[in-house]
């Protein structure tokens, strides 16, 4: 990946096009979080009904904390120490932020901060927020090569950049939406990070 490859995938993000990118992960679709466009794009290449909720991601994590101002002191301590890294954190969102990643609890959204090291150090010059999903067709295997992305998706895509062989699991989505109250959490789906680690964090 080249920095002239990672501005093609920013420039294209921000019209609202859908493009396949790596991640810490396995392959990803992006979006502008706020284009309605490019949202229903991503889904239709996926095959995924637009009720599901997807993640919103984040290059940096500063840019990331400075978007949830209205978290409190002890969800984003937790945050901090989560990400970055292979999980996907959904968070209360009472200002209900970035709607079309929320599916039907506008109330809740789902946060990704990647490791960007190695191969994906480019990346880390992305400076706006996408809307992302895996870059699999809906309920099929998560891509952990390029190759591995379904052709139709590839030649959907504006862009598709290719950063070799992925991790090969997908994030581990942790439910904090109540930690801020009680400190509990929940595991939704174990991935790329055990619970074990998860509570270890915690």
């Known amino acids: 990946m080249t920095a002239e490859e990672v501005a093609a995938f920013e420039r294209c993000v921000l019209a609202g096009g859908v493009a396949v990118f790596p991640t810490d992960t396995v392959y990803g679709l992006a979006t502008a979080p706020d284009s309605q466009t490019g949202v229903e794009r991503l889904y239709r290449l996926k095959g995924r009904p637009p009720s599901q909720p997807v993640a919103v991601m984040f290059f940096d994590l500063s840019a990331a904390l400075d978007a949830f101002p ?3 002191p002890r969800t984003r301590a937790a945050v901090e120490r989560l990400l970055p890294g292979g999980l996907t954190l959904l ?8 709607p079309f ?3 039907p609890a506008p109330e809740r959204l789902g946060l990704r901060v990647p490791a960007l090291e190695g191969r ?3 990346l880390a010059a992305v400076r706006s927020p996408v809307l992302q999903s895996s870059a699999n067709r809906s ?4 891509a952990v090569r390029l190759e591995d992305v379904d052709a139709a998706i590839r030649a959907g895509a504006c862009v ?3 950063g070799g062989e992925l991790g090969g699991r997908p994030s581990t989505v942790i439910d904090l939406t109540r930690y801020e109250d009680d400190g509990s959490h929940r595991v939704v789906r174990e991935g790329a990070v055990s619970a074990a680690q998860v509570f270890e964090l915690l």
């Open 120 to 122: 994906l150090a480019p």
């Open 70 to 72: 209205e978290l409190g």
């Open 91 to 98: 968070l209360p969102n009472p200002a209900q932020l970035y």
């Open 139 to 142: 309920g099929g295997p998560d």
């Open 160 to 162: 598709v950049l290719d």
């Open 101 to 103: 990643a929320c599916g």
